[in-house]
């Protein structure tokens, strides 16, 4: 088989959607592979991975994003469901939850104004663009309602998308070793610290954890999406003034 020929058979199959969704399936698998084989050290975080080697794929190739969408977006798609299907593991944890409803509720909006209020008013007093603090501050907060969030107030979804995923990735390779570090130790406190500042990335490594784990980060997750999408849109504009 000539270069040229391969060339061709490149080009029709990377115009074909589920060239893209099957390699998305691979390279995952592959990453999970790695981690099993370095016995779930979090460094050797399966995202992380995934999105490396897709990324390093696509450059590669001289594929566009849209083109690569087109063909994994059922992935995309199937984050709806999975969300949904996290309430399963958090409703056999309904005792317990009923039982820290005080401090979790604490927890939530404490956390949640630190992640979003720190983050722009650092980006602020550092020089950054109006548009890149806003796009900053829903970054502990899953994609979706982040971008939505970002685009309402003027900022950049796509900017805001890879500060999500970027600190999704962050506090699932060193949240879980600074908290236990700190004398945290508690199944549920963990996961709910991950899940409210790493989103889903933080509640994926959650789950790795225990079940408890995971149910609760499952629960500050969707608890932090709604109450930024409400506080944001009221807080930065008050912020915003003191800042320049």
Same mark, same amino acid.
């Given at each position: 088989?000539?270069?040229?020929s ?11 959607? @589920?060239?893209?969704? !099957?390699l998305?399936l %691979? #390279?995952? *698998?592959? &990453? ?5 084989? +370095?016995? /779930? ?19 590669v ?17 199937? @984050?709806?469901?999975? !969300?949904?299907?996290? %309430? #399963?593991? *958090?409703? &056999?944890q309904?005792k317990?939850?009923? +039982?820290? /409803? ?5 927890a ?39 971008m939505? #969030? ?7 979804a796509?900017?805001?998308a ?19 570090r ?6 549920a ?8 500042a ?9 789950f ?6 995971g149910?609760f ?28």
């Amino acid at each position: 088989m000539t270069p040229e020929s391969m060339t061709e058979i490149w080009v029709y199959l990377s115009a074909q959607p @589920l060239l893209w969704l !099957t390699l998305t399936l %691979a #390279v995952y *698998l592959l &990453a999970l592979a790695l981690h099993r084989k +370095a016995k /779930g050290h979090p460094v050797i975080n399966p995202v992380l991975v995934s999105v490396s080697i897709l990324v390093i794929l696509l450059l590669v190739t001289g594929t566009p994003y849209q083109r690569y969408f087109d063909g994994a977006q059922f992935v995309h798609f199937l @984050l709806g469901p999975t !969300t949904v299907a996290l %309430a #399963v593991p *958090l409703h &056999a944890q309904l005792k317990r939850l009923l +039982a820290m /409803g005080g401090p979790l509720l604490i927890a939530l909006v404490v956390g949640s104004l630190t992640a979003a209020l720190s983050a722009y008013a650092i980006g602020a007093l550092l020089g950054a663009s109006t548009p890149t603090v806003i796009s900053l501050a829903p970054k502990s907060v899953t994609t979706p309602i982040a971008m939505g #969030v970002a685009e309402r107030l003027g900022g950049l979804a796509s900017l805001t998308a890879v500060f999500v995923i970027l600190t999704g990735i962050f506090g699932a390779i060193f949240a879980d070793g600074i908290l236990r570090r700190l004398g945290v130790k508690d199944d549920a406190s963990i996961g709910f610290a991950l899940g409210l500042a790493s989103h889903g990335i933080g509640t994926a490594r959650a789950f790795q954890l225990s079940e408890q784990t995971g149910a609760f980060a499952a629960l500050a997750m969707g608890l932090n999406g709604l109450f930024t999408a409400i506080a944001l849109p009221w807080l930065l504009p008050l912020l915003a003034p003191l800042l320049r």
